[in-house]
């Protein structure tokens, strides 16, 4: 075996690796999207898309959170902050996204 064949399965061992954390990624990713608390929560509901005949019912998965947004003119202040909700979709018929 030449430097060089070891230096190509070198590259494949680790290419496997890499794939092997991203998809361990991926799971923890999920896991987390499914966890609710008091910083987020995971809701399903059937949403409508089209019009007319081409109208599709399709399940989604969305991850809802709360984000404080804050005057910069007053930075020691806490009372003039403004609440936003916010939603991300994350699932539709079954397929995370």
């Given at each position: ?5 070891r ?70 202040d ?20």
């Open positions: 075996m030449t430097k060089r064949e230096l190509e399965n070198k590259i494949k061992k680790n290419n496997a690796k890499i794939e092997e954390l991203q998809k361990t990624n991926e799971s923890i990713r999920i896991e987390g999207y499914l966890l609710c608390d008091k910083q987020q929560q995971y809701k399903e509901e059937i949403r409508f898309f089209g019009r007319g005949k081409t109208k599709k019912e399709v399940l989604v998965g969305s991850i809802h959170w709360k984000e404080w947004f804050f005057d910069s003119d007053y930075p020691n806490k009372t003039k902050g403004v609440e936003v909700n916010r939603r991300a979709t994350v699932r539709q018929n079954g397929e995370w996204i």
